[in-house]
């Protein structure tokens, strides 16, 4: 099973036996810890993930963080829990003291359900304000777990976490301005589009009029550009359909122009009289195409011992050496099958030859 097949199924999880947790410590075991061993952590080797790591923050020791994650023997990522019922925006601030006393890059704050990622992208060694990813069990994006994956044992770098983080950072703070622009759009935002339609000076009453006007606008944007992916999805699956349609169609066509003649049939008897002497006449068998008539050993096309071009105003077999590569000879009846009677015997013994050596 793949990372997002396993966090994925953690999810379902979660949804499934949180109400039945109901202590901190209750919620670290059922939800905490197998998030850490999907990252690929042993949560039972006090050397990789320790439980109780001691923080000394100024003159208070024994200052402890819930779990530390040590990679390379040095802590990488501080992790602090609490009950999944809980309110993270209340305790990250306990989370920011343990990481200000550590080597370690990242800190996790969580309930088990929602998942924020810090580092300290703004000032070296200090934990920044607000995370650059968080996640939610329940509700899990293709995108996030990307960037979780980095976290795993297997691929963690951090180099490579901080590139994206930054990015990441700005992005959700880009998102929650513009969320809350188009819920409650303020007034220097509803200016900034007005001037661009109104003439003239945007008044108090303009301003009034483009808020509401702005507010409906965006929604009906937001509509409309979903109705399109939507219709751009089904016509792509509808393409896709008709296509699949359109080839079977050609393909039964294909098939219902293929006629096995008499003459087919009887070099067909030809070939396996010839081939009984050295296999039994069941292992022998044909298919009909419609540029050729093909003999082949068990049914198999990628044993063909020979192909027979009889529907054209000159007649040929088509023999195979060794290396499976065709020479076409031309016959002048049936009866020249037997000429053949050699090769044929030889290709049926090479196939077989090959199937021992697999």
């Known amino acids: 099973m793949d990372f997002k097949d396993q966090i994925k ?10 109400d039945q947790v109901a202590t901190e410590q ?3 075991n059922a939800l905490i810890m197998p998030f850490l061993a999907a990252l690929g952590y042993d949560v039972f080797d006090p050397n990789e993930v320790v439980p109780e790591f001691i923080c000394d923050i100024g003159t208070k020791k024994g200052e402890k963080i819930d779990y530390a994650i040590f990679i390379k023997g040095a802590p990488a990522i501080l992790i602090e829990c609490k009950h999944w019922g809980q309110n993270l925006s209340l305790h990250d601030g306990q989370l920011l003291r343990y990481f200000h006393v550590s ?5 996790i704050l969580t309930n088990g359900i929602i998942y924020r990622f810090y580092s300290d992208l ?11 990813l968080e996640i939610n069990m329940t509700d899990l994006r293709e995108n996030q777990i990307e960037e979780v ?11 490579s976490i901080l590139t994206t983080a930054s990015e990441l950072k700005y992005m959700g703070e880009l998102k929650n301005i513009l969320n809350q622009e188009l819920n409650n759009p303020s007034p220097d935002f509803v200016r900034h589009f ?3 339609v109104v003439p003239g000076m945007v008044t108090a009453k303009v301003l009034d009029q483009f808020t509401a006007l702005l507010k409906k606008t965006s929604s009906l ?3 409309d550009l979903i109705t399109e992916r939507l219709k751009t999805a089904l016509t792509k699956e509808s393409e896709a359909t008709e296509e699949a349609a359109a080839e079977e169609k050609q393909a039964a066509a294909a098939e219902e122009k293929v006629i096995t003649t008499q003459e087919e049939l009887e070099a067909f008897m030809i070939v396996k009289t010839i081939l009984r002497q050295k296999i039994p006449v069941a292992r022998v068998a044909y298919r009909d195409a419609q540029s050729y008539f093909a003999i082949l050993l068990d049914d198999n096309n990628r044993k063909t011992i020979c192909r027979l071009y009889l529907n054209g105003s000159k007649k040929y077999i088509g023999t195979f050496d060794e ?3 065709e020479t076409k000879i031309e016959v002048t009846s049936l009866d020249d099958i037997f000429q053949h009677s050699g090769q044929l015997l030889t290709t049926v013994e090479n196939h077989d030859k090959l199937k021992e050596g697999a």
């Open 9 to 18: 199924q953690l999810g379902e999880r979660v949804i499934k036996l949180k």
């Open 26 to 28: 209750a919620t670290k």
């Open 103 to 107: 080597k370690a890059k990242f800190g």
């Open 122 to 132: 703004a000032a070296p060694n200090k934990m920044d304000e607000k995370p650059f």
């Open 149 to 159: 994956k980095k976290f795993h044992k297997s691929y963690f770098d951090v180099d």
């Open 194 to 196: 007005a001037k661009q």
């Open 221 to 223: 944007y937001i509509t």
């Open 323 to 325: 290396n499976k590569k």
